[in-house]
């Protein structure tokens, strides 16, 4: 994986820029080795959040050699009131001085999305402890979505045991997505995949193949698929699509020998959540897939969550990951 096209991709366009990232998960020995292995590469420059203290401890248990790592402490650190101040202005009337206060001392993940948000930072990672809500609700609420996004979304990129790459969305948001949500997340991901170096070709997937099928759930992805025409008219992409007919050329041969596409999709968007979820972990468990992220897509600034289950390569990664899309706007 630390070779696939993707993360070499991502180290190019971040070498030498030394970009801030921030954990705010400071007391999880994963966190703590990743930015350490990032603090001595000089790659990315990790900022970990918490008590110094308890992360020292943290530390020493798991043989961990600090170093220079930076550490801020929230309840101590001198840019508390400027980002207390900002955070009352991004809630617009939604939250008072004392709100914020609260709010950034009792979650370290909030204070990471204001430290992004002020520019102190230029991407955060969390996730490993708490959960996907944990990581997003602060972004949403803070940086909010790009001009054009009514949501944000997720994705994960498939790594196949022979090194080819898969796009696979929305497998972390939204648990339902409407006609236009589900052609904003297409649009979205292509631009994700670009950002990684491929050439988008979009499938939006159901369990009907060009009206092999009727139902309200079919007739959601064939208005998707108008609509995400219409947002970008240029965009290979196509729909309603079984998976076999959006990936395997003589299925597609059968099935949509009209598509431009099919046979040939590298970016595959679910129709819920569920399928998502459920199709990743299948490519992953039975197909040998890595699956790395899920990687936010949508925001105004990157902020990416992680599984609970990852490992500090996994961190490591997603970190690089983050790195880059703060370089390239079109892929957060």
């Known amino acids: 994986m630390a070779n696939s096209s993707i993360l070499e991709s991502a180290r190019e366009a971040i070498e030498g820029k030394n970009l801030k990232i921030v954990f705010p998960e400071g007391n999880d020995s994963r966190i703590l080795e990743a ?13 970990i959040l918490g008590d110094k203290g308890e992360i020292q401890k943290v530390a020493n248990e798991n043989n961990l050699k600090l170093g220079k790592l930076e550490i801020i402490d929230p309840n101590y650190d001198e840019s508390f009131d400027k980002l207390a101040d900002l955070f009352v202005e991004a809630r617009k009337g939604k939250a008072t001085k004392m709100d914020a206060e609260y709010m950034l001392k009792k979650d370290h993940n909030y204070y990471g999305v204001m430290m992004v948000k002020a520019g102190i930072a230029d991407g955060m990672v969390s996730g490993a402890v708490g959960t996907t809500g944990d990581t997003i609700r602060p972004a949403l609420q803070l940086i909010k979505t790009k001009p054009g996004v009514s949501r944000a979304s997720g994705v994960m990129v498939m790594i196949g045991p022979n090194g080819e790459q898969l796009v696979f969305a929305d497998t972390a948001v939204n648990i339902t997505l409407e006609s236009q949500e589900m052609a904003e997340v297409a649009v979205e991901s292509a631009e994700t995949a670009r950002g990684f170096g491929m050439d988008p070709r979009v499938a939006l997937l159901s369990f009907s193949t060009k009206g092999s099928a009727r139902h309200d759930l079919v007739d959601k992805v064939s208005k998707a698929t108008r609509k995400a025409h219409e947002l970008n008219p240029d965009l290979p992409l196509d729909g309603e699509l079984q998976f076999d007919a959006a990936i395997d050329p003589a299925t597609a041969k059968n099935k949509a020998p009209k598509s431009d596409v099919a046979g040939t999709a590298n970016v595959f968007i679910f129709p819920d959540l569920q399928a998502g979820n459920i199709g990743y972990k ?20 990157p902020v990416n969550d992680l599984s609970r289950g990852c490992s500090a390569q996994d961190v490591y990664e997603i970190a690089i990951i983050t790195a880059s899309q703060s370089v390239d706007k079109s892929i957060s």
Do not use: F, S, T
Not at 35 to 47: K, T, V, Y
């Open 35 to 47: 930015a350490i292995r990032h603090n001595e590469e000089g790659l990315i420059h990790p900022i």
């Open 282 to 301: 299948i490519a992953q468990r039975l197909g040998g897939y890595k699956a790395l992220g899920p990687i936010l897509q949508g925001l105004n600034a």
